[in-house]
């Protein structure tokens, strides 16, 4: 099947059919033209757009790991001089890869969704959105032009939006799906310069015309500034991804996210959406391989985001914003193997995370269900025995998240470990650092979760609960009244049990969790060290990191057997037996630190005060300049000078010219006698004679 190329038709079908399924539920199934099709409908149509986008993926995979390729247009937008705008795909082995996580994470969300959503008022414009984030989605990762990325680039963030704030009669949604989209702007002004600045010099939006022009684009400067033009172009593109794969500073949308329904936490913060910003770096690779600069400041960003956020874990007591803090950690890891030009890998741990984190969210969605939409891991307890396969799934997300040998984990992050220990970008010390520390704090805080959630005593059904502002969901249906919190028990009442969710909310959590323990042992050597991605990222003969681990790798078996006498498995095991101590045996000691360490506790849960300091800087900022421009600009020069001042010139005038007119004849016809002698003397100068 060397040099086939695939069927265009084909491959439009697999955005096309998300897209069609979404117009069914939304336009259709929907109040916009009175709901014309039912629930059953909007479900089968959704789900089976994204069966066929999943099938249709999964040929195009196995057709591109036998050599197949498809990279040409689809349909010729507009024509600017010799500009072309265009509608095109690039299919390779990254662009397939994605595709398949895309729609098989998708997939296992519908399913769930199903259950999870039941009761809402809202389901069928949930499968809508979801269905349509699909599509966006699937439009970025096969995208062969910037104009095209950049197109699914705003429309994932736009349904993002929409999915934030589903439930608009909340005040807090409403704040945070705002939130998301203000800060997710700023990334995207810097996304969109750096576009600019590759047009501006390239000429093209086509990826290969770009590349191609790599090493002229690499002798260039930025007009008027100095700046090396690669360099330039690659941090602005890099900030476009700080905003949607939230790092460190724009990273504070991401946990306020966490408003939404959980279905879209596994698909949008977890799996798809975040990674984003991955993809599109390592899409970019024969760029940034050309600047070391913009290099350390991937990977300096990168090893902030995986340390920082992860302690932020450690104190969060809302069970979906514990897996929210991991997800930015898990999200700096990635960029940190960005940064240390070791894409593949980064793409790598893009994979396995997708599958272990979905499995997490969606573990904790089913875990709301049997609490009865409480949140707060300080009110469970002990529901292993009544939640047997959401116990057993989250157990196996947890194991592959913090690393455990053999697990799909385990190959991918102690790949991006070894990765920042082999590079010699400039700041790879303090990447070590991070990402090595990482690995406890990791530890500790999921397995703190999974011990309060599963293991210990039964903390549900007692008259006395925990109440985070965090930790409360509310469907539609419970939020018509603002003060309904305050008459509606969340939680189980006393005497009550949780029980195991029904079938279509524990089977995609089964279908999860098979990928989340053997994707990283079957695809680790042709990903990293095969011809997997030959041809697609490029990695410069001066960065050694991916060529060293290659040295090093003898078999994904002898990895995992050698694991077990590394630092980071010592790392990852004291994290756990920490968390067992502190939160089954002595419980004493969480208390004796919070007593102690009152202060870093309270800089934790004021989360460093990022979202304080903007509310002061920036959001103060942009209020005392438009109070600014209010004042003197609009009712000082606007009002008060251009609209009132020009009415009071005519109201002074007219006062004037009411004077003269009296309405008496003689007066008129004086002054016509006077104005006629004037002209005679203005033109006739008789006195001159």
């Avoid at 249906?477 to 949780?498: M, N, V």
């Amino acid at each position: 099947m060397a040099g086939q190329i695939l069927n265009p038709n084909l491959l439009l079908a697999v955005p096309l059919a998300p897209l069609a399924g979404s117009a069914i539920a939304g336009l259709l199934g929907t109040k916009f033209l009175g709901e014309v099709v039912g629930r059953k409908v909007s479900t089968a149509a959704t789900i089976l757009g994204v069966l066929v986008a999943l099938l249709i993926s999964v040929q195009t995979l196995l057709a591109v790991n036998d050599g197949a390729t498809f990279n040409g247009t689809i349909y010729n937008w507009m024509t600017v001089g010799s500009l072309k705008m265009e509608v095109g795909f690039q299919i390779d082995a990254l662009s397939a890869m994605m595709m398949c996580v895309v729609t098989f994470v998708s997939l296992m969300v519908h399913i769930y969704t199903i259950g999870y959503m039941a009761d809402d008022e809202g389901y069928n414009r949930f499968f809508s959105y979801i269905s349509l984030f699909t599509f966006s989605m699937l439009m970025l990762v096969m995208a062969n032009n910037f104009l095209q990325l950049f197109f699914g680039w705003e429309a994932v963030g736009l349904v993002s939006y929409l999915l934030i704030g589903f439930w608009y009669t909340r005040p807090t949604a409403i704040f945070a799906n705002m939130k998301a989209f203000l800060v997710n702007r700023v990334g995207d002004f810097g996304f969109i310069l750096g576009i600019g600045l590759l047009l501006a010099y390239a000429g093209t939006m086509n990826y290969q015309e770009v590349f191609a022009k790599r090493e002229a684009l690499a002798a260039m400067s930025v007009a008027a500034t100095g700046w090396p033009l690669l360099t330039a172009a690659c941090i602005c593109l890099f900030i476009g991804a700080m905003g949607k794969s939230a790092q460190f500073p724009l990273h504070v949308w991401l946990p306020d996210s966490m408003e939404g329904p959980t279905p879209i936490s596994a698909l949008i913060h977890a799996a798809t959406m975040v990674t984003a910003g991955i993809f599109m770096v390592s899409r970019m690779s024969p760029l940034f391989e050309l600047s070391d600069t913009a290099l350390s400041f991937v990977l300096v960003i990168g090893s902030i985001t995986a340390l920082f956020m992860g302690f932020l874990g450690i104190i969060q007591n809302d069970i979906k914003r514990v897996v929210a803090y991991s997800t930015l950690s898990q999200l700096g890891y990635m960029t940190v193997a960005l940064g240390s030009s070791a894409y593949s890998i980064a793409v790598f741990h893009l994979m396995t995370h997708a599958f272990f984190k979905a499995l997490l969210f969606l573990g904790a969605g089913s875990v709301i269900i049997g609490m009865h939409h409480d949140q707060d891991i300080r009110n469970m307890g002990g529901l292993r025995k009544y939640m047997p396969i959401t116990w057993i799934t989250s157990l196996l997300g947890s194991l592959a998240l913090i690393g455990t040998p053999f697990f799909s984990g385990f190959y991918s992050k102690d790949s991006i470990i070894e990765a920042a220990a082999a590079t010699h970008i400039w700041g790879s010390g303090f990447a070590q650092f991070a990402v090595l520390a990482g690995v406890f704090v990791t530890a500790f805080y999921s397995f703190r979760m999974y011990f309060l959630v599963f293991h210990g005593e039964e903390r549900f059904g007692k008259p006395q609960h925990h109440r985070d502002d965090h930790a409360v969901v509310r469907h539609d249906s419970d939020a018509h009244d603002e003060d309904h919190d305050d008459h509606h028990h969340h939680g189980l009442e006393p005497g009550q049990k949780p029980h195991e969710s029904p079938f279509v909310v524990w089977f995609p959590l089964v279908m999860l969790a098979i990928p989340s323990v053997v994707i990283g042992y079957m695809t680790i050597g042709p990903m990293l060290f095969g011809d997997f991605f030959k041809g697609v990222i490029f990695v410069g003969e001066n960065h050694h990191a991916m060529h060293e681990l290659h040295e090093e790798f003898h078999g994904a078996m002898a990895m995992a057997m050698h694991a077990f006498t590394s630092l980071p498995f010592i790392l990852a095991a004291l994290g756990v037996a920490s968390a067992y101590y502190c939160y089954l045996i002595n419980p004493k000691v969480p208390a004796w630190f919070y007593a102690k360490f009152h202060a870093l506790h309270t800089l934790l849960d004021n989360k460093y005060y990022m979202d304080k300091f903007n509310d002061v800087v920036f959001s103060g900022g942009a209020r005392l300049l438009g109070n600014g421009l209010w004042n003197v600009g609009d009712k000082g020069l606007i009002d008060g000078l251009i609209v009132n001042g020009s009415a009071k010139l005519v109201g002074w005038f007219s006062t004037v010219v009411r004077t003269v007119q009296t309405g008496y004849i003689y007066h008129y016809a004086f002054v016509m006698i006077i104005g006629v002698l004037a002209t005679l003397m203005y033109f006739f100068p008789f006195w001159h004679a």
